[in-house]
């Protein structure tokens, strides 16, 4: 893994965003430190890609959150 970053999307739903150029991509050891740091409850999605995308200022947010508590507490519906 060369840089990652962290969304909150939900109250407990998560995507991360892997930036990594291996082909292997068992994310099993990566899945269960984040429910360990996140709770057993939290729903993560894992996205590899080539480059993660920048802000307009070219630098990259490692941890963003795009949930507002008045959202709900509808968790992420890729995976858990």
Known sequence: ?????????????????????????????????????????????IFHMDQIPRDTSGKLKKVLCHWKKNQGAGGHANEK
């Open 1 to 45: 893994i060369r840089q990652c970053q962290l969304i909150q999307e939900s109250q407990t739903g998560y995507s991360l965003k892997v930036e990594d150029h291996s082909e292997a991509k068992d994310d099993g050891d990566l899945r269960r430190f984040l429910h360990r740091l996140l709770g057993e409850d939290a729903s993560i999605a």
